[in-house]
């Protein structure tokens, strides 16, 4: 064969190869020429920071297009003809896989190890126990504020603190109020005076105010755990003063000597002389103490006990007789048993407690006297500080202190207390309804004195909200006893109710029927009670 016809067959070849090449295998030049871009466009991102596209990272096996080892080769001569070699190189998937989880895990680790674990430097060392008050001695100033603070910070929901006014030497008198404040006002609940006497003890200086502060102490430690005190305290106020002349209470050598004893200053019996030098005072409550006591206790008709806490020295109990009310009297002897020792006769106990408690009442312009004409109020005398010294659960005290919270509860039981409910309701014609009620004191007390009933023609009364009332009649131990009279606009004195009393009323009222009729029974000393009704 010539050298012409080798370089045709040649020629051929090549031709042949090259037609067999192009129709097996697509161009790859497209594939190069994608990451190019025009003028103005942002480069194409690298593999790690590519667009959030999931199906390169889960699944790497499809990402080469072409598998260059399939490439036909029929004649290994032509091997080094110019193959693209540069097509089988897109390598996404050895660099994806170490970019994408060293991105996660540091960031998420260092956020929540803090947040869980607080430096020990946040927790706060417990607060210093409060020194307990030695109420064996005489309570200075500064340790008499803070402890009032402390019992008003400690309860506040039974215990708030108020001011009467200033003294004479320019100090706050104090006053703790004690209930349930979440039941009402203070003011419209049955109250009892806790009270320091103004008579001056052996040392010649009022008794000291920490009997006062003792009894407020326990009383409201127990009604944070027992459900009988919390419950009566609730519907009770109790007021305390424990320390109504805190001039020579409190720093006695400072204070220039007064004109007038304050147990001598009320106007109730007193005189314009006595066998002291003026010791009555130039008039009754000439002294500011007096004045801010008087005119608190005159604003309070709801206060009908007083436990005076007074030595007394100065008494003088003979000769004193009195009429006193029966259930007085009774009362004379629950509270006898609670102060008499085991072994005395309760006769004799109770005796011995009525005569004291006249004395006291009777004696001439005394803070007890005070009490009884202008309040009405039963006065019953405790004598806590000439007892011996005992360590208690909360210091040491004289043991009589520990008898002033019991004392409390017994006289806050016997508290005149005034109870309602609607019995039958009757139609009478269309529009007039009658309906039956009973209201009963439950209190040992009465809603009034009997000798103070001739100035006042009702301590109890009667209203009622959603008709119009034309009549109440009242009846008394199953007799009818008349009707009641009317107060305008809207209120039926009913008169007074002794203790344990119960009497039955009869309201006629006009009013539609399906009427809901609200009826209140008010009371000077004996709260308030409340009860409803529908006519139909």
């Not at 660099?95 to 674990?117: D, E, G, I, L, R």
């Not at 039956?436 to 009465?446: A, C, K, Q, T, Y």
């Amino acid at each position: 064969m010539s050298a012409r016809s080798l370089s045709a067959v040649a020629l051929c070849a090549l031709f042949t190869l090259a037609s067999a090449h192009a129709l097996q295998e697509p161009e790859p030049v497209p594939e190069i020429e994608i990451p190019v871009r025009t003028e103005g466009q942002d480069p194409p991102p690298k593999p790690p920071d590519s667009p959030p596209d999931p199906v390169p990272i889960p699944d790497p096996a499809p990402t080469p297009v072409p598998d260059p080892a399939p490439t036909p080769a029929p004649d290994p001569a032509p091997t080094p003809a110019p193959t693209p070699a540069p097509t089988p190189a897109p390598i996404p998937t050895p660099v994806v896989t170490p970019a994408v989880t060293p991105a996660v895990t540091p960031a998420v680790t260092p956020a929540v190890t803090p947040a869980v674990t607080p430096p020990p430097a946040v927790v706060k060392p417990p607060p210093a126990p409060v020194p307990a008050i030695d109420y064996s001695a005489r309570v200075e100033e500064a340790a008499f504020e803070a402890e009032i603070a402390r019992l008003v910070a400690a309860h506040p929901a039974r215990a708030r603190r108020a001011s009467l006014g200033k003294s004479r030497g320019g100090r706050d008198i104090a006053l703790l109020a004690l209930t349930e404040f979440a039941t009402g006002s203070p003011d419209a609940k049955p109250g009892l005076l806790l009270v320091t006497g103004l008579d001056p003890a052996a040392d010649g200086r009022p008794a000291g105010p920490g009997a006062a502060l003792f009894a407020a102490r326990a009383l409201l430690e127990r009604a944070d755990q027992d459900p009988a005190t919390a419950a009566w305290l609730a519907n009770t106020s109790v007021y305390v003063l424990p320390a109504p002349d805190p001039d020579p209470t409190f720093a006695p050598d400072a204070v220039p000597p007064r004109a007038c004893r304050l147990d001598r200053n009320f106007p109730s019996g007193w005189k314009p002389w006595s066998s002291e030098t003026c010791a009555q005072g130039p008039y009754p409550l000439s002294e500011p103490e007096t004045r801010a006591v008087a005119r608190f206790l005159s604003a309070r008709t709801n206060i009908g006990g007083v436990m005076l806490l007074s030595r007394g020295k100065d008494l003088n109990p003979q000769g004193a007789s009195g009429n006193d009310d029966e259930f007085e009297r009774i009362l004379y002897g629950h509270l006898a048993a609670e102060e008499a020792a085991s072994d005395a006769d309760a006769k004799t106990a109770t005796e011995a407690l009525m005569v004291r408690s006249r004395a006291f009442v009777r004696e001439s312009g005394s803070l007890a006297a005070f009490c009884s004409s202008r309040l009405c109020a039963f006065v019953w005398p405790v004598n806590p500080f000439d007892a011996q010294v005992v360590d208690t659960t909360r210091g040491r005290a004289p043991s009589g202190y520990m008898r002033l919270e019991p004392g409390l509860a017994r006289l806050a039981a016997e508290l005149p207390r005034v109870v309602c409910s609607v019995q039958k309701t009757e139609r009478l014609r269309e529009r007039l309804w009658k309906v039956d009620m009973e209201v009963s004191n439950s209190g040992l007390l009465p809603t009034l004195p009997t000798g103070e009933r001739a100035l006042s023609p009702g301590s109890v009364w009667f209203e009622a909200a959603g008709g119009r009332v034309s009549q109440v009649g009242i009846a008394r131990g199953g007799n009818a006893e008349g009707n009641a009279t009317q107060r305008p606009p809207n209120a039926w004195l009913l008169g007074h109710l002794d203790g344990r009393e119960r009497i039955k009323i009869f309201v006629i009222v006009e009013a539609a029927e399906g009427t809901n009729l609200e009826i209140a029974i008010k009371t000077l000393r004996a709260g308030e009670a409340r009860c409803a009704t529908v006519l139909h």
